[in-house]
């Protein structure tokens, strides 16, 4: 199932979208605690306005280098265990959203990734056990000023931004993430096209990780990594990340002091 969460001009809503993407049909209640009960309603996907498929609740977990292409581009080692870090709920946007790029920095980077939705409460799970826990997946794009996140050591404020998270179009319920394609584009041109089957840790592993750490929630969300290939977008460019299975996560970026 793809789960879009979206609105009509009022409250949002959820529902469930079809494989052609273009039809939306009203679910009622949160998909994340209440069982999936269409109401009748449909619209077309073009006619609303879809959001973050989910806020996360408690947290975002990122996960730094996770693909060894990648940990060479940025001149560092690939870490032998998931490197973890923590982007507050507040960074999370939804699709078309503006990415705003703060006055602080000059260099902002895209950074498309695979995110898991967390389904149910848990706390060290087994890799084998991953699949109950989880909800399902979408894209992301881990937006970080790349000046800062050297600057400060800490990653929290060049991943934390406000609008640095967008996450959607929307969740896909079932998908097999042992290997398929994520692209991003800034704007016509393919910056990053790599394959989940890349990961240094895999998503069952990176789930059982982060949950010896912590308490897994509902609607948390985990950043799996990118692929090789970051760089820097400017303002008024649109950045796209596609993920075979789920969809395209499209974002205008737009400074506001200029
Ligand atoms: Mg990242």
């Known amino acids: 199932m793809r789960i879009a969460r979206y609105t009509t001009g009022e409250d949002p ?3 469930l979208v079809d494989g052609a993407g273009e039809k939306i049909a009203r679910i009622s209640g949160d998909p ?13 996907v073009e006619e609303v ?3 973050a498929p989910v806020i996360p609740r408690s947290k975002v977990i990122g996960i730094g280098r996770n693909y060894a292409e990648h940990a060479r581009e940025m001149g560092g080692e690939t870490p032998a265990e998931p490197l973890m870090f923590l982007i507050p ?3 999370v946007v939804g699709p078309g959203d503006p990415v705003v790029m703060p006055p602080q920095s000059t260099n902002v980077h895209y950074e498309g990734e695979l995110a898991v939705v967390i389904g149910r409460m848990c706390k060290d799970v087994a890799p084998e056990d991953v699949a109950r826990v989880v909800f399902g997946y979408t894209c992301a794009n881990d937006v970080t000023a790349r000046d800062l996140q050297r600057s400060d050591g800490q990653w929290a404020r060049a991943k934390g931004f406000d609008t640095f998270c967008p996450l959607g179009p929307w969740i896909e319920t079932e998908l097999d993430t042992s290997s398929v394609r994520l692209r991003t584009r800034r704007d016509e041109e393919v910056v990053q096209d790599g394959t989940t089957g890349d990961m240094i840790h895999d998503v069952a592993h990176l789930v059982s990780y982060a949950s010896q750490a912590f308490t897994l929630l509902p609607g948390d969300v985990i950043l799996t990594g990118t692929p090789e290939g970051v760089g820097p977008v400017e303002a008024g460019q649109r950045v796209e990340v596609q993920i075979e299975g789920i969809g395209t996560l499209s974002n205008p970026f737009v400074r506001h002091d200029d």
């Open 13 to 15: 809503t959820y529902g």
């Open 32 to 44: 994340l605690y209440q069982p999936i009960s269409l109401t009748g309603e449909t619209s077309m």
């Open 49 to 51: 306005r879809l959001l």
């Open 89 to 91: 709920n507040t960074a």
